[in-house]
């Protein structure tokens, strides 16, 4: 991971909140945002570091717990008023199926109780927390990613600008464009389609995190405009980047897959 803004986090209750950005993923470990009822479209872990929090949705009336998985596009409340951890996963990719498993109880779409939660709770306290660390206990160590897919994936995210179809990238890792997309979606956790729209996201973030303004970040990162990334932040997350960097979060990003790969790929 490439960390942007500051030193390790000490281990106390008031360590600053921290962001941390990958292509299909991403976290959050610090205080409560404090948000009213809303939705994301991404699948959500969401644990009380501290003790239990209290969510509030239709489906599940208002209980307290200590873990919750949280369906896309479904209205919740969470209520906390201590530190919280959230795991953001893309609904559609082997991670989200994965976690979902893993659940000990399910109230409608909700999952209650991670069964792992005692592990969860000791990474979330760890001063060294490991992003990586909190994705394999939630949902399962992953595989190495097959190379041609890796290029794929360095291609998007070094490129978050460029509109490159499955076509060019299948050409450029020498793959039929069918299995280029099936063999894209089983190993880089979403579609390709989601996965360039989190690699934008990502690009954003480390724009933001190096002083850049939110302007300049989403369009550098190949949004049409300023309201364009808002939208999309809002619609995948369910609260405002604005929202957000209230919170005067420390922002780490995932360092791109295959750095010094840059195999040639024609832009149209």
């Known amino acids: 991971m490439a960390s942007m803004g500051g030193p390790p986090l000490p281990e106390t209750c008031h360590a600053p909140a921290t962001v941390w950005l990958g292509a299909g993923h991403a976290a959050y470990r610090g205080p409560s945002l404090r948000l009213g009822t809303h939705s994301g479209s991404v699948l959500c872990l969401a644990v009380g570091i501290d003790g239990e929090f209290t969510v509030r949705a239709e489906a599940i009336g208002e209980r307290a717990v200590r873990s919750l998985l949280v369906p896309p596009r479904t209205p919740h409340r969470l209520v906390a008023d201590t530190r919280m951890l959230f795991c953001y996963l893309d609904p559609g990719s082997p991670r989200a199926a994965s ?67 499955a076509d060019q990238l299948a050409a450029a890792v020498h793959l039929s464009k069918s299995r280029f997309l099936h063999l894209f979606s089983a190993q880089a956790g979403t579609t390709f389609r989601r996965y360039r729209l989190w690699a934008r996201m990502l690009a954003a973030g480390r724009a933001i995190a190096a002083g850049t303004d939110l302007t300049t970040a989403a369009t550098q990162a190949g949004f049409a405009s300023p309201s364009h990334f808002s939208d999309t932040f809002r619609a995948m997350f369910g609260l405002t980047a604005t929202d957000l960097l209230a919170v005067a979060p420390r922002i780490i990003c995932e360092e791109e897959p295959g750095e010094n790969c840059s195999p040639a790929v024609t832009s149209t």
């Open 99 to 165: 976690i979902r498993t893993r659940m000990r109880t399910r109230t409608g779409e909700f999952g209650i109780y991670h069964v792992h939660e005692d592990a969860i709770l000791d990474l979330a306290n760890d001063a060294e927390f490991d992003p990586a660390a909190l994705l394999d206990l939630a949902c399962g160590a992953s595989g190495r990613m097959d190379p041609r897919i890796a290029t794929a994936t360095a291609i998007l995210c070094a490129n978050p600008a460029l509109a490159l179809s």
